[in-house]
């Protein structure tokens, strides 16, 4: 009575320090040494079910005979198919086994004692369970006080499976938070990045304003605007939209930025531009994802603005109680043919007037209900709102718009106001 008291204090004993481990790798010594503890054996080892390879893996083996040292023959990816050995029996069938004597027991296979001098006499092995779904086994080897395992030891080790499975569960729901946590905490520091290809947004004499926002559906997205300034005192001002989001658009976004930015050093015209732009970045894009821009160059003083468009909503030439789409170029979106063409057209900007450029998260954003924005309301507002801060408006009329709901795509707005 004396020995099954000490035993089951243990096992509560074990089930507090379990609950305290988090890591996999403190966890499963002290899982074995817990076993031992409790069945009162010679040698213990656990294996953890591979669910895709479906096979056991050997995980930790502990040895009071032999030591540590001798264990390190098993540590080396050994892997067992289900079925096989007394482990694999176990698993399979997914229920305890009790084999008085190891050495005439078909199942059992010698290789482990083989590699390591120990000599099995007697196993208890066990399933690990946690809601019905096998993860793996642990088993005790040789009684220390007896010649075999008997009924009570079973169900202590049995007790103690359970015991196992809460805490494998516990310390891989740990791992993943802590993966998140740091996944998290790199898409953080992306977004930060990410900022730093917003240009600042430049002064301008007169009362003239050139203004962007662009805020990402997720951490970091594939939206980009720019101001460049040319050496004749225009600027080259544009909205990409890189199709997809979260990383893999901003990836490519910030390659397109490199890009567009080493070219506008060639001061170009809108429609020559984006033709170098296309030809270099079809090198990364490869046809198998794509970027709309709208190019524009424009000139503060006389109001001039020669643009381009690369299959990109027309901006919109915003006046008081007026807004109407500019006339659309030709122009494929960047990254889809090797060799494209594009269309330079142009207007002047009169004083009191805004153009107003957006990405497709603007239109396209929906309320609770999945309602788009739309076009019509995406006018009706740039209208009513009129200029200056015809841009900041817009995108605050969206927001209201889309409410609590999360945003669908990234959203891009950029306003040129000549005063």
């Known amino acids: 009575m004396k020995t099954q008291a000490n035993r089951l204090k243990k ?35 656990i294996m953890l079910y591979n669910k895709e390879k479906n096979v056991l893996n050997f995980a930790w083996a502990m040895n009071d005979v032999l030591g540590d040292k001798a264990m390190k023959n098993l540590k080396t990816g050994f892997e067992l198919p289900m079925g096989q050995g007394i482990a694999g029996w176990v698993a399979e069938h997914q229920q305890p086994l009790n084999v008085v004597d190891a050495q005439s027991d078909d199942r059992f296979s010698k290789e482990a004692d083989r590699k390591t001098g120990f000599t099995t006499k007697c196993i208890l092995c066990t399933p690990i369970i946690h809601n019905d779904e096998l993860l793996g086994v642990v088993q005790v080897l040789n009684s220390v006080d007896k010649e075999c395992f008997g009924k009570e030891d079973e169900e202590l080790l049995e007790s103690f ?108 015209a809108p429609g020559e531009m984006l033709k170098a732009v296309n030809s270099g970045a079809f090198d990364f894009m490869n046809g198998e994802v794509f970027a709309t821009m709208a190019l524009l160059r424009y000139f503060p003083e006389s109001g001039k603005c020669e643009y381009s468009m690369a299959g990109h909503p027309p901006p919109f030439l915003v006046d008081e109680g007026t807004a109407d789409p500019i006339e659309k170029t030709f122009g494929l979106p960047v990254g889809i043919l090797e060799d494209g063409d594009f269309e330079t057209g142009e207007f002047c900007l009169e004083k009191g007037q805004s153009l107003v450029i957006v990405s497709d998260g603007v239109d396209e954003a929906r309320d609770a209900q999945g309602e788009f924005f739309g076009e019509e309301r995406m006018e009706e507002t740039l209208r009513q709102e009129g200029v200056p801060q015809a841009g900041e408006k817009l995108l605050k009329a969206v927001a209201d718009w889309r409410g609590e709901t999360p945003p669908n795509d990234d959203t891009t707005v950029v306003e040129i106001y000549r005063a």
Do not use: C
């Open 11 to 45: 096992l509560i004993q074990a089930n507090q320090v379990l609950a305290s481990i988090e890591s996999l790798v403190d966890l499963l010594p002290q899982l074995l040494r817990l076993a031992q503890d409790v069945t009162g054996a010679e040698a213990s080892s």
């Open 161 to 268: 499976g359970h015991l196992a499975g809460v805490a494998l569960v516990r310390s891989e729901l740990m791992l993943q938070r802590l993966n998140q946590q740091k996944f998290e905490t790199q898409l953080e520091a992306a977004a930060r990045i990410q900022k730093q290809f917003n240009p600042r947004q430049p002064k301008l004499e007169g009362g003239n304003i050139i203004w962007g926002s662009s805020l990402p559906a997720q951490f970091v997205g594939g939206d980009l605007y720019d101001f460049i300034p040319n050496s004749d005192g225009s600027w080259y001002i544009y909205v990409a939209d890189v199709s997809g989001k979260g990383l893999p658009a901003a990836l490519i976004m910030s390659a397109l930025w490199t890009r567009i930015r080493a070219e506008a050093l060639n001061e170009k």
